[in-house]
């Protein structure tokens, strides 16, 4: 079946060509990436690096972080020991075996390359990959599609509705999003329906995409997201598996899109306890998730997180951070060579703005190693389509397993 809502997204959706059309074509994915999936999870709200992956051997740490300042390794509510001096919050707990099993690493003190307090702002350009607002239109990762897909199949995928910037572009992507919970459309409506718009040139292959997806996803989920919505900490760890379990499929995604919200910690933000640390909880259940969800496929991904900007080092007045300049970049996946932290830590004693952790790795960087070492683009190609704004800009080496 496929839901009221659902129907009036493809019919409304049509052919636009910022919001692709809901669904997969009739045949399978293509050839390139082959078995090579990436994912990249926006985390929306501006999420504090410093409290996920805390430098504890910074000699500034304790006394800039205050309140917010983590138990040490080995004590009550302590962090858990990573490398160099740096530590993984306790709530992240579920992906320190993968920490273990050298199939993550952390990029610290990172950003997107501009300078904005703007959530708006920073969200567009981290999604276009730009470094000035200047009429966009497209996402940087559908501009990388552009260079994968190869005839109509679709390798790229939204998870949770809308299609974000990141995935707007000229190449179709599909989308998926959990039930709403409205009341479903009845089969004998829809197939009374389907006949009045066969022949509508826009209005026709978007209802029978649309069907098509609908019924891919019901094939590999079932009803395992019935009423799961939101894309907050308590919602992110279904998400994440259902997206798991679409990549996984033989004919489904390569590259994926998927995000959660909430991280926008003004007021009571927490040290190893409170608001931030569930959100930490949920996101890392949600990694977790997607991961066991994938199977074998796990074995050739790359998940990448990325936020809009950081937040100030110390607390405010609220018991909660501010907007921000760098925060932390996690890499995720069977292919990635962890266990490591890497980049350059630029450290607490001189601050941007004399508040803000200062940037050390334009995030677009790491993008492009995984693009070229992941997906097999090329440099050129890199500098002059994807991320145009900095072409000078050299891909980050040795994030992935040879």
């Not at 919050?89 to 075996?97: D, F, M, R, S």
């Not at 936020?307 to 921000?324: I, L």
Request: aromatic residues 6%; charged residues 20%.
């Amino acid at each position: 079946m496929i839901g009221r809502r659902e129907m009036l997204k493809l019919t409304a959706a049509g052919g636009a060509a910022a919001f692709s059309v809901l669904g997969w074509p009739g045949a399978v994915f293509a050839a390139a990436p082959g078995e090579r999936r990436l994912i990249v999870v926006v985390l929306r709200g501006a999420m504090d690096g410093l409290a996920a992956v805390p430098p504890l051997a910074d000699a500034q740490y304790r006394e800039k972080r205050g309140s917010l300042a983590l138990p040490m390794p080995g004590e009550a509510g302590g962090c858990l020991t990573l490398a160099h001096g740096f530590a993984l919050h306790p709530a992240l707990a579920p992906l320190y075996p993968y920490w273990q099993k050298d199939e993550l690493l952390f990029v610290h003190a990172s950003g997107n390359g501009y300078r904005t307090r703007s959530h708006f702002d920073a969200q567009d350009l981290m999604e276009s990959g730009l470094s000035v607002k200047r009429g966009m239109s497209d996402g940087w990762l559908n501009r990388a599609l552009a260079l994968l897909q190869h005839g109509r199949d679709r390798l790229g995928l939204a998870v949770g509705g809308a299609v974000p910037l990141i995935l707007r572009g000229k190449v179709a992507v599909a989308s998926w999003e959990p039930p709403s919970g409205m009341r479903d459309a009845s089969p004998e409506f829809i197939a009374a329906l389907a006949p009045l718009y066969r022949a509508d040139p826009l209005l026709g292959p978007a209802l029978a995409g649309g069907l098509k997806a609908q019924h891919f996803s019901e094939s590999v989920l079932g009803d395992a997201m019935e009423g799961g919505r939101g894309f907050g900490p308590k919602t992110f760890a279904p998400l994440a598996q259902a997206a798991g379990k679409l990549l996984a499929a033989a004919d489904g995604p390569r590259i994926a899109e998927l995000e959660m919200l909430g991280w926008d910690t003004h007021v009571n933000q927490g040290a190893a306890e409170g608001r931030l640390a569930q959100n930490f909880a949920g996101y890392a259940e949600g990694l977790a998730a997607l991961a066991a969800a994938m199977g074998d496929a796990w074995r050739k991904t790359v998940l990448v997180a990325v936020t809009e900007f950081g937040r100030t080092v110390a607390v405010n007045g609220n018991n909660g951070t501010d907007h921000g300049t760098a925060s932390v970049l996690l890499v995720l996946g069977g292919a990635v060579k962890g266990g490591r932290i890497a980049g350059d830590w630029p450290g607490l004693s001189q601050l941007q703005d004399d508040r803000d952790l200062r940037v050390a790795t334009d995030s677009r960087s790491v993008m492009k190693g995984i693009l070229r070492d992941h997906l097999g683009l090329d440099r050129g190609d890199l500098a002059r389509k994807i991320f145009p704004d900095v072409p000078e800009l050299k891909p980050f080496d040795g994030l992935l397993k040879v």
